[in-house]
């Protein structure tokens, strides 16, 4: 007889996170970003240059293992820009391309850059390609967001239709017009998270290229913020919930 030994917790859900790259990478963002955040702080506080370093050490630690974790993504982004060209939609395959072109252009410099820190090879304009990296990355951003704002519109019009159609006297009619209505609700829900997301996420590049001038404070928070709205999505994603 076979006795099977376990947790006392259903820790499943969680293996399933952590064996993706992209649950991996929203871990290590968070705690990248919340590390920044503390160092701001904790220098404001009057910590001990020691303590404030350790907490920069960290975030520098976590964000060139990211770097590593991201290296080859551009061949993935090109492909899927090749695989937007089918989309009927002209607006939106105009900016699912550029989205995707931009975030391959920006994983393709953040690779030199993870090169340069690794200290694998040591490139002279490194500076260069980092405002490089985070103009793709505000790019890829700001494509998404307006593809946000487009869907949002296109979200719109077909609820307004489908609320039209609760009018109709066959129940039957009625009856696909609310189910129409309850996913449209769902998908809104989504796509306002994602422009949310989208809204927090572009401040951070602004701010690296010059665009705005937030403190290390405020950017560790939104980095933080963001990462765990990015990992709620990715939990449901891969747990189904």
């Not at 391309?97 to 340069?116: E, M, N, P, R, S």
């Not at 989504?190 to 949310?196: E, G, R, T």
Request: hydrophobic share 40%.
């Amino acid at each position: 007889m076979t006795t099977t030994v376990g947790l006392p917790i259903n820790v499943q859900p969680w293996l399933r996170f952590t064996a993706t790259t992209v649950g991996r990478d929203k871990i290590y963002r968070a705690v990248q970003y919340f590390s920044r955040f503390l160092a701001w702080y904790l220098l404001r506080q009057g910590a001990t240059k020691e303590t404030v370093a350790r907490f920069n050490s960290l975030k520098k630690t976590l964000g060139l293992s990211r770097k590593l974790m991201r290296f080859g993504k551009p061949v993935e982004h090109l492909e899927n820009a090749a695989r937007a060209t089918v989309i009927k939609d002209e607006f939106l395959k105009f900016c699912t391309i550029g989205k995707q072109l931009a975030y391959a252009g920006y994983l393709t410099f953040d690779g030199i850059i993870f090169i340069d820190g690794a200290g694998a090879y040591k490139f002279q304009n490194i500076k260069k390609y980092g405002e490089y990296a985070s103009k793709f990355w505000l790019a890829g951003i700001v494509f998404g967001f307006i593809t946000g704002l487009y869907k949002t519109r296109q979200i719109h019009i077909r609820r307004e239709s489908a609320v039209r159609g609760l009018a109709h006297s066959s129940e039957a009619e009625k009856s696909e017009a609310r189910n129409d209505v309850k996913a449209l609700a769902k998908e809104q829900h989504s796509v306002s998270k994602q422009l949310l997301q989208d809204g927090l996420d572009m401040l951070i590049p602004a701010t690296g290229l010059g665009y705005l001038n937030l403190d290390d404070g405020a950017i560790g928070l939104i980095g933080t913020a963001t990462a765990i709205m990015g990992a709620q999505t990715q939990w449901r994603k891969v747990n189904k919930a």
